[in-house]
């Protein structure tokens, strides 16, 4: 699938992550901001696991890393930008 899926991977991690995190309605994070986050996550993973060898395009590897790391990042993002 290349960059365009990894994006819209990422894209849709930063979207369902910010909706389903318990701190979403007491967070200043905004959708976009979670969206970036997400598709930053996987773009950042991606370019990491192509640069030190972990995997190449399309192995079977990358989607798991790019989702994990994606999904960690939104949560972290909306977890720092709450109101607490």
Partial sequence: MGW??????????????????????????????????????AGVARMAGNVVGLFHDGDMLEWPVCTAVALVAVAVTVGLLSRR
Avoid: D
């Fill in 4 to 41: 365009p899926g990894i994006l819209a991977l990422g894209a849709v991690i930063g979207l369902a992550g910010w909706w389903l995190h318990p701190l979403r309605r007491s967070s200043r994070a905004q959708w976009w901001v979670a969206l970036l986050a997400g598709l930053l996550g």
